[in-house]
């Protein structure tokens, strides 16, 4: 059966069992026991890709779906509402024509989003619902440059202008901050995921004391614990006078000295902290997970290019909050 012989209600939920599960399991278990549709694996893998096609020609088009609705932005420790933006990639297995093998591909997910923030009461209130972390997601496969555009007309419908900070969190990738200095310009600081930096000191922990895991956990707590309250430029100084033995921890303390010079500045933990920002990309890499890997990513998985494109603008939309999966599917009425 092809696309257009579906109603668009049987598209939508053939898109859903698409985008849950398998395009097999899709067609063989979810379809039949919840909907009673017959469907081959090769329609739902169709319908589910040329609604995923469309969904990206759209937003290249400029097109957002639903209504424009502020978010209610939470604020930091000096009472400004703070908006947030982060964007990472992941791998995708590929193939090519005939079911060869392919060299894989990264699915990059961009988002704008409103954490609740740390230590904030994250129960239901008797005078109202818990506070509330709201987010959008965009994903394709052509790579950063692609999802400037879009990302920003998304955060426009939320209300992102009228937050009064900006605040971006990124793993230090080539060209990740050029990315979101030049696509929002008032982002104040664009800061390193702390949990990234602590890698680093864990890699050099584990090159200090190999066979020692307690002795490993007790260094590392504590230069952490340096990192976070002192920040990455006062870490650095102490680094580069750090002397060790053996070729790994000398190879290991290079290349942590080498990556903290290139961070430190975005290694400020303690301005970040004492404003009440956050300083992991938690989110960020949740939606690596969440959007793409979930789907796209079980075991023995390989995608062709369009199919990779076109299931991740549709698992974006599919996690995006504020009913954007409704948006598209039942559009208000102009």
């Known amino acids: 059966m092809s696309n257009d012989a579906l109603t668009p209600a049987a598209r939508e939920v053939v898109c859903l069992a698409g985008l849950l599960s398998s395009f097999a399991e899709g067609s063989t278990a979810a379809l039949p026991k919840l909907t009673g549709l017959r469907l081959s694996e090769s ?54 024509p005939d079911g060869a093998r392919a ?17 904030k009461d994250r129960r239901a209130r008797p005078d109202g619902p818990p506070p509330r972390f709201n987010v959008r997601y965009v994903a394709g496969l ?14 426009a419908q939320v209300g992102m202008d009228r937050a009064e900070r900006w605040i971006a969190l990124s793993d230090g990738g080539s060209g990740l901050e050029d990315w979101l200095r030049t696509n929002f310009g008032r982002v104040e600081a664009v800061i390193l995921d702390f949990y990234h930096a602590t890698e680093y000191l864990g890699d050099l922990g584990r090159a200090l004391h190999p066979a020692d895991e307690e002795a490993r956990a007790a260094w590392l707590g504590g230069w952490c614990h340096r990192l976070k309250h002192e920040g990455g430029a006062a870490v650095l100084d102490d680094l580069r006078g750090l002397e060790v033995r053996g070729r790994a921890a000398r190879e290991a303390l290079t290349a942590v000295v080498r990556y903290f010079e290139n961070q430190s500045h ?23 997970k969440t959007v793409i890997g979930q789907r796209m990513k079980g075991a023995g998985m390989r995608w062709g290019e369009d199919g990779a494109d076109s299931v991740g603008h549709l698992r974006a939309l599919f996690k995006s909050g504020d009913r954007q999966w409704d948006a598209y599917w ?3 009425p102009n």
């Not at 995923?52 to 509402?81: C, P």
């Open 330 to 332: 039942y559009p208000e």
């Open 142 to 155: 052509d790579g950063i440059a692609a999802l400037g555009e879009p990302l920003r007309r998304q955060a």
């Open 266 to 288: 975005r290694m400020d933990y303690p301005h970040y902290v004492a404003k009440g920002w956050a300083i992991g990309s938690g989110p960020v890499e949740s939606a690596c």
């Open 103 to 119: 060299e894989g591909r990264m699915v990059t997910v961009a988002m704008v989003y409103n954490p609740v923030p740390e230590g």
């Open 43 to 96: 329609t739902v893998e169709r319908t589910t890709e040329a609604v995923g096609r469309a969904v990206a020609a759209r937003l290249a088009e400029g097109e957002v779906f639903g209504a424009a609705r502020d978010w209610d932005w939470h604020k930091d420790a000096e009472g400004k509402t703070c908006a947030y933006v982060s964007l990472d990639a992941t791998g995708v297995g590929q193939q090519g």
